[in-house]
């Protein structure tokens, strides 16, 4: 219905009406009320159905803008999914455990940890990813980096006096994914500040991390046995662990390249992951 074929007094009201979904900041209703309305003019909506139809309209479009925000800001790395995570080439990580997980009340409002174990080519990366993207979608808030990364970042922070307000900054989201936390250099000055992110956070914000090497052998990466201890009591407090000890996906996926014959792999991305069958989105990574 354009405003050229209505009448004048229902124009002017077309316009009050914009006025007033403007300032109470309902963009996504002030689109399609108007289409709503014909609809509900063309067939006998009771007035009680147009508001819930333009209400429900309104939330919807939120929650997909929240989200899209949400996933941009969240840093995930593309085309890692529950779907394309080939659960049976890791036995001992149940499906239906971590699809309980990304519902996220139980355990982020609780401040409590997750921690994937297990050697490179695991799927540790990928299914830290899955969760974190499954958690979005749930309306949760997810930050996922290199734990090397955040570090320097927040040695930087340290040496601008600004480390407590980059603590707090990474308190907006409820979880924080650290991958590769083995790669962190045996440094004073990175370990500390990776203690205190891990104290800041602890029963606070919850805390993803992936790593290579078992609780036993992290004085590798921090070198003051005290800290090693309390870093890990605080982690693994409130935590789950997953144990992947299977092969490296990578090194079955070039032998499987191998006996194709030069047949090209398929890789999942966002886009394409949809379009796969169910056999070629089986990939860990």
């Known amino acids: 219905m354009s405003k050229s074929t209505l009448a004048p007094h229902a124009a002017i009201d077309a316009q009050r009406v914009s006025l007033v979904l403007n300032d109470l900041r309902l963009p996504a209703i002030k689109l399609v009320w108007a289409d709503f309305a014909a609809r509900a003019d063309k067939e006998g909506w009771p007035g009680a159905r147009l508001i819930a139809a333009l209400a429900e309209h309104e939330v919807a ?3 997909r803008r929240r989200i899209e925000r949400h996933l941009g800001e969240a840093r995930l790395p593309p085309g890692k999914t529950l779907d394309s995570f ?8 149940s499906r239906a455990q971590v699809t309980a997980m990304c519902a996220g009340d139980a355990w982020l409002e609780k401040g409590a940890n997750l921690i994937l174990f297990g050697p ?3 799927g540790k990366t990928h299914l830290a990813a899955a969760i974190g993207l499954a958690l979005i979608e749930n309306g ?4 996922f980096t290199r734990t090397s990364d955040l570090v320097q970042k927040l040695q930087v922070a340290r040496r601008e006096l ?3 307000a980059a603590l707090a900054k990474l308190d907006k989201y409820h979880l924080l994914i650290l991958d590769d936390l083995a790669y962190v250099t045996k440094d ?3 370990t500390s500040v990776l203690f205190e992110l891990i104290s800041a956070r602890y029963e606070r914000r919850s805390t993803l991390i ?3 090497q078992p609780f036993g052998e992290w004085n590798r990466i921090f070198p003051d046995p005290a800290m090693t201890l309390a870093a890990v009591d605080r982690l693994v407090h409130h935590a789950t662990i997953f144990e992947m000890n299977v092969e490296s996906y990578r090194r079955r996926a070039a032998l499987q390249r191998q006996s194709r014959a030069g047949r090209p792999p398929t890789y999942a991305t966002i886009k394409s992951t949809a379009d796969l069958s169910p056999s070629d989105n ?3 990574d």
Request: glycine share 6%.
């Open 210 to 212: 992936t790593a290579n």
């Open 120 to 122: 490179p080519g695991g």
């Open 61 to 63: 479009e939120r929650d």
């Open 188 to 190: 004073q000055a990175e």
């Open 282 to 284: 089986q990939t860990n």
């Open 140 to 143: 949760w808030r997810v930050l």
């Open 86 to 93: 080939a659960f049976d080439a890791v036995p001992m990580i």
């Open 162 to 164: 600004a480390l407590e």
